[in-house]
């Protein structure tokens, strides 16, 4: 598999920024730490904006910079594209030619992406002869991703696109970034500070803090690890789950996912059948029981479980990670933990609330 590899060195009067890292090429990777931790710069020295007295980067099998060599590519020269916190469209044209300044920046014979497919993954077709001044600050956020993906990227760097809209208009542009990264195939590192971006985004994180790396990990290794807790807040304890929508029961109000070949209903969605969805599922709505029960219960989603670990929190307290397919962490008393006589290698049975488990989730 292609990897990022960066060494970077970079001192200021008031802050420095010194890491290793070592990630795949491919998927979201979010950035994530509070102000001030690093996360721009980083994002900076992967573009080539800030160079790193003594730095090396790596992407695949070409090296942008070695500066035991003295190699170092500028930006212009990297494959990259790069989304700042504000669009910085061109006031004097309109949507289409914003577009078109991306395209033709690059030769016929390097363009992979079309611009009919970015409009359409982005769903920008309304707004093509609209002046950027009368686009919404989303409309505007998802005209600049679209001008970075016709340059036909190697690499997307998004530097908190998010952080100057309202949350109605980050839900609406959330789902425009998860898709063009599926149908596009470009890797994405992604700069946040927000849990409810990372919760709908990221297959990996890069924790920072204080210029340093904290931990790097796929999101569920990040949320369900006791070492990571405080960084994400204890109220985010839990798992995330991706499934599939497999039905719709208007008359309940449901939705019917696919998880693993387990069935899980969440509020009515939206989305067709068939399409992915992310839910999060937090540690205190997971209760435990041995055994499938044969009497009616209130509960509608029950996942068979193995018991991976016992985790002693307090002095009432436990969780208990699960294997159901993916991570996740029941939190429940010593007392039922006694009760249970539960130990890791058994089997289980996880019982879920559905109000639970929904896609969309705000800070």
Not at 137 to 150: H, K, M
Not at 279 to 293: A, C, E, N, P, T
Request: hydrophobic share 40%.
């Amino acid at each position: 598999m292609s990897r990022l590899v960066a060494q970077f060195d970079v001192r200021y009067p008031t802050f420095h920024l010194h890491l290793d890292l070592d990630i795949p090429a491919s998927g979201i990777t979010v950035l994530f730490g509070p102000s001030g931790s690093g996360k721009t710069t980083l994002l900076r020295c992967l573009a080539g904006l800030e160079r790193a007295p003594h730095g090396f980067m790596q992407f695949g099998e070409t090296v942008w910079q070695d500066e035991t060599t003295g190699r170092y590519l500028p930006l212009q020269t990297r494959p990259i594209g790069y989304v700042f916190q504000e669009p910085r469209l061109f006031p004097h044209y309109n949507v289409r030619s914003n577009l078109l300044y991306g395209y033709n920046r690059i030769r016929r014979d390097m363009r992979r992406i079309a611009i009919d497919q970015v409009v359409e993954i982005l769903g920008i077709g309304p707004l093509l002869e609209r002046r950027t001044h009368r686009l919404s600050g989303g409309e505007q956020q998802r005209v600049a991703i679209g001008r970075a993906l016709l340059t036909s990227p190697s690499l997307l760097l998004l530097d908190e696109p998010l952080a100057s809209l309202d949350i109605q208009r980050k839900q609406e542009i959330l789902p425009f970034i998860h898709r063009l990264h599926h149908e596009l195939a470009i890797p994405v590192i992604y700069v946040s500070h927000a849990i409810s971006e990372i919760l709908q985004l990221a297959d990996r994180v890069v924790l920072l803090k204080d210029g340093s790396l904290v931990g790097v990990g796929t999101l569920n290794e990040m949320l369900t690890s006791l070492q990571f807790r405080g960084s994400f807040g204890s109220h985010r304890v839990g798992a995330v789950l991706d499934a599939k929508i497999i039905g719709h029961e208007p008359q309940y109000g449901l939705t019917q996912l696919d998880f693993s070949g387990q069935r899980l209903f969440v509020p009515l969605q939206p989305s067709a059948i068939g399409e992915s969805v992310r839910v999060h599922v937090l540690s205190s709505d997971v209760s435990l029981v041995i055994g499938r029960s044969h009497s009616p219960t209130s509960v509608l989603n029950v996942l068979e479980a193995t018991v991976q670990e016992i985790r002693e929190i307090s002095q009432s307290s436990v969780e208990v990670l699960l294997d159901i397919g993916a991570p996740l962490i029941a939190g429940i008393t010593r007392k039922s933990l006694v009760t249970l006589g539960i130990k890791p290698g058994d089997s289980v049975f996880a019982h879920i609330k559905t109000v639970a488990l929904n896609e969309e989730v705000t800070d």
